[in-house]
Protein backbone atom coordinates (compact mmCIF):
# COMPACT_ATOMS: atom_id res chain seq x y z
CA UNK A 1 0.00 0.00 0.00
CA UNK A 2 3.21 2.09 0.29
CA UNK A 3 2.08 4.33 3.28
CA UNK A 4 -1.42 4.68 1.68
CA UNK A 5 -4.52 4.69 4.60
CA UNK A 6 -8.18 4.98 4.31
CA UNK A 7 -9.22 7.99 6.25
CA UNK A 8 -12.62 8.26 8.24
CA UNK A 9 -15.00 10.93 8.23
CA UNK A 10 -14.41 14.10 11.14
CA UNK A 11 -17.84 13.14 12.53
CA UNK A 12 -17.14 13.01 16.31
CA UNK A 13 -13.48 14.14 15.72
CA UNK A 14 -13.99 16.25 18.55
CA UNK A 15 -15.80 13.60 21.17
CA UNK A 16 -14.44 13.79 24.54
CA UNK A 17 -14.81 12.48 28.16
CA UNK A 18 -17.12 14.57 29.76
CA UNK A 19 -14.33 15.56 32.43
CA UNK A 20 -12.13 16.37 29.34
CA UNK A 21 -14.67 19.11 27.49
CA UNK A 22 -12.05 19.33 24.75
CA UNK A 23 -9.00 18.14 23.07
CA UNK A 24 -7.50 21.40 22.82
CA UNK A 25 -4.69 22.70 25.04
CA UNK A 26 -4.23 24.56 27.70
CA UNK A 27 -6.70 22.58 29.04
CA UNK A 28 -8.02 20.37 30.90
CA UNK A 29 -8.39 18.54 27.58
CA UNK A 30 -8.18 15.17 26.64
CA UNK A 31 -4.69 14.21 24.92
CA UNK A 32 -6.06 12.50 21.33
CA UNK A 33 -3.41 11.33 18.64
CA UNK A 34 -4.92 11.93 14.87
CA UNK A 35 -2.76 10.61 12.06
CA UNK A 36 -1.75 6.51 11.68
CA UNK A 37 0.66 7.10 14.22
CA UNK A 38 -0.46 9.48 16.57
CA UNK A 39 1.79 12.28 15.53
CA UNK A 40 -0.77 15.05 16.04
CA UNK A 41 -2.17 15.93 19.01
CA UNK A 42 -4.57 18.37 18.50
CA UNK A 43 -7.61 19.17 15.76
CA UNK A 44 -5.68 23.24 15.45
CA UNK A 45 -2.65 21.31 14.46
CA UNK A 46 -4.40 18.77 12.28
CA UNK A 47 -5.51 21.86 10.33
CA UNK A 48 -2.69 23.62 10.57
CA UNK A 49 -0.65 20.68 8.82
CA UNK A 50 -2.91 20.63 5.86
CA UNK A 51 -2.48 24.80 5.67
CA UNK A 52 0.99 24.95 5.78
CA UNK A 53 2.93 21.20 5.31
CA UNK A 54 3.68 22.27 1.90
CA UNK A 55 4.64 25.84 3.17
CA UNK A 56 7.26 24.83 5.73
CA UNK A 57 8.35 21.53 4.63
CA UNK A 58 12.09 20.21 5.59
CA UNK A 59 13.64 17.56 4.68
CA UNK A 60 14.64 16.35 8.13
CA UNK A 61 12.94 13.33 10.57
CA UNK A 62 10.37 13.93 13.14
CA UNK A 63 12.33 15.92 16.64
CA UNK A 64 15.25 17.03 14.13
CA UNK A 65 13.80 20.57 12.62
CA UNK A 66 16.41 23.23 12.14
CA UNK A 67 17.40 25.70 14.88
CA UNK A 68 14.90 28.90 15.07
CA UNK A 69 12.24 26.67 14.06
CA UNK A 70 9.42 24.94 15.91
CA UNK A 71 8.36 21.32 14.75
CA UNK A 72 4.34 21.39 13.87
CA UNK A 73 4.53 25.23 13.54
CA UNK A 74 6.90 26.15 10.64
CA UNK A 75 8.72 23.08 10.76
CA UNK A 76 7.17 20.24 8.94
CA UNK A 77 9.40 16.62 8.39
CA UNK A 78 9.48 14.96 5.43
CA UNK A 79 6.44 12.40 5.03
CA UNK A 80 7.43 8.74 6.30
CA UNK A 81 6.80 7.08 2.53
CA UNK A 82 7.75 9.15 -0.24
CA UNK A 83 4.60 8.35 -1.81
CA UNK A 84 2.51 10.01 0.38
CA UNK A 85 3.74 13.65 -1.01
CA UNK A 86 0.37 14.69 -2.31
CA UNK A 87 0.49 18.18 -3.55
CA UNK A 88 -3.20 18.65 -3.73
CA UNK A 89 -3.17 20.48 -0.01
CA UNK A 90 -0.53 21.71 2.11
CA UNK A 91 -0.69 25.06 1.19
CA UNK A 92 -4.19 26.45 1.47
CA UNK A 93 -2.97 30.25 2.30
CA UNK A 94 -5.63 29.91 5.34
CA UNK A 95 -4.91 32.63 8.40
CA UNK A 96 -4.80 31.82 11.95
CA UNK A 97 -8.36 32.56 12.36
CA UNK A 98 -9.59 30.62 9.58
CA UNK A 99 -7.82 27.25 10.79
CA UNK A 100 -9.30 28.31 14.06
CA UNK A 101 -12.56 28.24 12.57
CA UNK A 102 -12.19 24.85 10.52
CA UNK A 103 -11.22 23.99 14.21
CA UNK A 104 -14.82 25.00 15.42
CA UNK A 105 -16.75 23.39 12.21
CA UNK A 106 -15.02 19.87 13.15
CA UNK A 107 -15.97 20.42 16.82
CA UNK A 108 -19.77 20.83 15.47
CA UNK A 109 -19.71 17.66 13.32
CA UNK A 110 -20.31 15.92 16.82
CA UNK A 111 -23.85 14.51 17.63
CA UNK A 112 -25.54 12.21 20.00
CA UNK A 113 -23.17 13.13 23.18
CA UNK A 114 -23.70 16.11 25.40
CA UNK A 115 -21.17 17.17 28.00
CA UNK A 116 -23.54 19.01 30.08
CA UNK A 117 -25.73 15.88 30.13
CA UNK A 118 -24.25 12.69 29.65
CA UNK A 119 -26.94 10.61 31.42
CA UNK A 120 -29.07 11.39 28.25
CA UNK A 121 -26.10 10.52 25.40
CA UNK A 122 -26.56 7.82 23.11
CA UNK A 123 -22.89 6.37 23.61
CA UNK A 124 -22.90 3.50 26.31
CA UNK A 125 -20.85 3.67 29.43
CA UNK A 126 -20.39 7.07 28.91
CA UNK A 127 -19.19 7.10 32.26
CA UNK A 128 -16.50 5.23 32.07
CA UNK A 129 -13.35 6.64 32.18
CA UNK A 130 -10.00 5.30 32.83
CA UNK A 131 -8.01 8.03 31.43
CA UNK A 132 -6.91 11.49 33.13
CA UNK A 133 -7.65 14.93 31.65
CA UNK A 134 -4.18 16.73 30.77
CA UNK A 135 -3.73 20.81 31.64
CA UNK A 136 -0.29 22.95 31.19
CA UNK A 137 0.29 26.45 31.82
CA UNK A 138 1.28 28.73 29.13
CA UNK A 139 3.25 30.66 31.17
CA UNK A 140 5.42 28.03 31.99
CA UNK A 141 5.02 25.81 29.62
CA UNK A 142 6.07 26.49 25.99
CA UNK A 143 4.18 23.70 24.50
CA UNK A 144 1.10 24.74 26.20
CA UNK A 145 -0.84 25.65 23.09
CA UNK A 146 -3.17 23.82 20.45
CA UNK A 147 -0.55 24.02 17.67
CA UNK A 148 2.37 22.87 19.66
CA UNK A 149 0.34 20.39 22.10
CA UNK A 150 2.84 17.22 22.27
CA UNK A 151 5.89 18.70 21.54
CA UNK A 152 7.12 18.34 24.61
CA UNK A 153 7.27 14.32 24.26
CA UNK A 154 8.82 14.45 20.66
CA UNK A 155 11.48 11.08 19.97
CA UNK A 156 13.88 12.47 17.75
CA UNK A 157 14.35 10.08 14.61
CA UNK A 158 17.58 8.85 13.65
CA UNK A 159 18.07 9.22 10.19
CA UNK A 160 16.36 7.05 7.96
CA UNK A 161 19.40 4.41 6.13
CA UNK A 162 19.59 4.18 2.54
CA UNK A 163 17.25 2.31 0.57
CA UNK A 164 18.11 -1.57 -0.29
CA UNK A 165 19.31 -2.59 -3.79
CA UNK A 166 16.65 -5.24 -3.16
CA UNK A 167 13.47 -3.08 -2.24
CA UNK A 168 14.36 0.36 -4.47
CA UNK A 169 13.79 -0.07 -8.29
CA UNK A 170 11.82 -3.13 -7.90
CA UNK A 171 8.58 -2.59 -9.87
CA UNK A 172 6.14 -0.96 -9.23
CA UNK A 173 8.44 2.18 -8.38
CA UNK A 174 7.15 4.69 -6.58
CA UNK A 175 7.37 8.41 -8.14
CA UNK A 176 9.17 10.70 -7.18
CA UNK A 177 12.06 7.68 -6.84
CA UNK A 178 12.94 6.74 -3.35
CA UNK A 179 16.53 8.41 -3.15
Not at 100 to 108: C, D, G, K, T
Not at 131 to 143: H, I, K, M, V, Y
Request: a negative charge; glycine letters at 6%.
Amino acid sequence: MDGRQQVSTIRNVAMTPPQCPTTEAPGPYFQKEFFHNGYIKSLKQLVHFYNTRDVFPYNVTSGNCPTGTIEKVDCWPMPEVRNNIDMTVGKLGLTDQEENQLVIIMQAATDGFNPANPSVSTYPNINTFTGTCTTCNPATDPNCSPSRQGNGSLIPTPQLPACAAAVCGVPPVPSPPIQ
